[in-house]
């Protein structure tokens, strides 16, 4: 168990539809990463917060925001979703500062159908 | 450019014997960290090990050891004495340390069976 808690797990639906995924970092971590995992693009960063503010920015569409809340949890949000979007969603944490190792969550799987 | 490359798409190896997963790098960045993270067909990210550019001795984590090549830009990951619960992806990933946040920069994986 790596102390960081996404939800949903999985999550279905449609072509131009709207999801939130939630993420709880570690105890103590002040940085939350989103990652996405597809099969054509492999594992890419999206983008970083720390302690509710952004910190890097990636490979991250217009149409996907996030945010990171006071108590440190964070949401990323697709909006106008397309099949394209249909990937494995990781959070990671780590305390920042620290050149060590982030912690992954098991990730949300997203299908839009 | 920043880039990680793992050259093995598949691996296959019986168990109880080592093998070795490889991982090379380019960065400009003076001070990097460079890790592992396995994902079983579960699809959870395990993070495995951890080797700091300045580091003198190699990282070893029970049956992980990071062989860890600068000049050469390499670090291998080495599993001993594999076991069934090892097949599943392996993931080389790469941090810079300045002007890049915190993102790590991930290879494509390699698939690594285990066969008893």
């Known amino acids: 168990d790596s102390g960081v808690t996404q939800t949903p797990k999985h999550l279905i639906t449609a072509t131009g539809q709207r999801v939130t995924l939630r993420c709880s970092p570690r105890?103590?971590?002040?940085?939350v990463y989103w990652y996405q995992q597809s099969l054509d693009q492999g594992l890419q960063f999206l983008i970083q917060?720390?302690?509710?503010?952004?910190?890097a920015k990636g490979n991250i569409l217009e149409r996907f925001s996030a945010q990171q809340f006071p108590d440190l949890h964070s949401e990323l949000n697709l909006s106008s979703l397309e099949l394209g979007d249909s990937a494995l969603y990781f959070c990671?944490?780590?305390?920042?500062?620290?050149?060590?190792?982030?912690?992954f969550g098991d990730g949300t799987r997203l299908s839009i159908l | 450019a920043q880039k990680i490359t793992q050259t093995q798409p598949g691996m296959f190896v019986q168990e109880k014997e080592a093998v070795t997963l490889d991982c090379t790098y380019d960065?400009?960045?003076?001070?990097?960290?460079l890790f592992w993270y396995k994902q079983p067909s579960s699809g959870e990210m395990i993070f495995l090990i951890y080797q700091g550019s300045y580091d003198q001795q190699n990282a070893t984590e029970g049956r992980y050891s990071l062989n860890f090549q600068k000049a050469r830009k390499s670090a291998n990951l080495v599993i001993s004495a594999s076991q069934l619960g090892d097949s599943a992806m392996y993931f080389c990933?790469?941090?810079?340390?300045?002007?890049?946040?915190?993102?790590?920069?991930f290879g494509q994986g390699t698939e690594l069976s285990v066969k008893p």
């Open positions: 990671a944490s780590s305390v920042d500062g620290s050149p060590g190792p982030q912690h």
């Open positions: 990933a790469m941090r810079p340390y300045y002007n890049q946040g915190g993102k790590l920069i």
């Open positions: 105890s103590g971590d002040l940085s």
């Open positions: 960065t400009s960045d003076p001070s990097y960290g």
């Open positions: 917060y720390y302690n509710g503010e952004e910190r």
